[in-house]
């Protein structure tokens, strides 16, 4: 799988070079959250993607684009609960880094604005938990303090679907926001039947070069 995700990028980067018609970059936020099972008191979390696109023109309604993006990702988890006596209260954040590739079908529905769809695949390249454990048992508090890398325990790849709408200027600027749909189980954890998506709520700006 991971050589068929480079394989895809690599094909895609060719034929950009090729037929492209506008070559533009990108630079936004995600807000970022898991759903599925062991997610109790998860919130979002705020991220940054950014990276480079492509619009090949394929009528006046419809155009197609791949991107390629770096997007920080992962989920909070903020919350308390009292186990056989014992008070827990858990303040960690999960970041997880991706490199993505987004491939957007889009239709203008007037000049300018566009409803988007498409699928998105994302290769790991990094997944840390940062944070506090707090335990009180009998009034006896202990703190775990938690900077932990869990690659390991996260699948290497991702894919779903995204869901959006942009806004290109004449000027070459222009603006999109999205979510993102995970369809794949992303938890990797041995003897750990847990399953666990990835959503993303993203905002982004950029400029077509040409």
């Known amino acids: 799988?991971?050589?068929?995700?480079?394989?895809?990028?690599?094909?895609?980067?060719?034929?950009?070079?090729?037929?492209?018609?506008?070559?533009?970059?990108?630079?936004?936020?995600?807000?970022?959250?898991?759903?599925?099972?062991?997610?109790?008191?998860t919130k979002m979390i705020l991220g940054a993607n950014g990276g480079a696109v492509v619009e090949f023109k394929l009528s006046d309604k419809f155009s197609f684009q791949p991107e390629l993006l770096f997007s920080m990702e992962g989920v909070?988890?903020?919350?308390?609960?009292?186990?056989?006596?014992?008070?827990?209260?858990?303040?960690?954040?999960?970041?997880?880094?991706?490199?993505t590739l987004p491939l957007m079908a889009k239709y203008?529905?007037?000049?300018?604005?566009?409803?988007q769809l498409g699928p998105k695949v994302s290769y790991l390249l990094s997944a840390k938990?940062?944070?506090?454990?707090?335990?009180?048992?009998?009034?006896?508090?202990?703190?775990?303090?938690?900077?932990?890398?869990?690659?390991?325990?996260?699948?290497?790849l991702d894919?779903?679907?995204?869901?959006?709408?942009?806004?290109k200027m004449e000027n070459g600027f222009f603006v999109d926001a999205r979510y993102y749909l995970g369809l794949a189980n992303i938890n990797d954890q041995a003897?750990?039947?847990?399953?666990?998506?990835?959503?993303?709520i993203s905002i982004s700006v950029g400029y077509y070069f040409n």
């Open 76 to 99: 909070r988890k903020d919350y308390k609960e009292n186990l056989l006596g014992t008070d827990i209260v858990y303040d960690t954040n999960s970041r997880v880094n991706y490199i």
């Open 129 to 156: 938990v940062k944070g506090t454990i707090k335990t009180t048992t009998f009034g006896n508090e202990t703190v775990t303090n938690m900077n932990e890398n869990v690659k390991d325990n996260i699948s290497d």
């Open 159 to 167: 894919y779903g679907l995204n869901f959006g709408a942009g806004y």
């Open 191 to 200: 003897n750990v039947t847990a399953t666990q998506k990835n959503t993303t």
């Open 1 to 41: 799988m991971k050589k068929l995700f480079f394989a895809v990028i690599i094909a895609a980067i060719t034929m950009t070079s090729v037929n492209a018609q506008q070559f533009g970059a990108r630079l936004g936020l995600n807000l970022s959250n898991v759903t599925g099972d062991y997610t109790q008191g």
């Open 108 to 115: 203008y529905v007037i000049d300018g604005l566009s409803v």
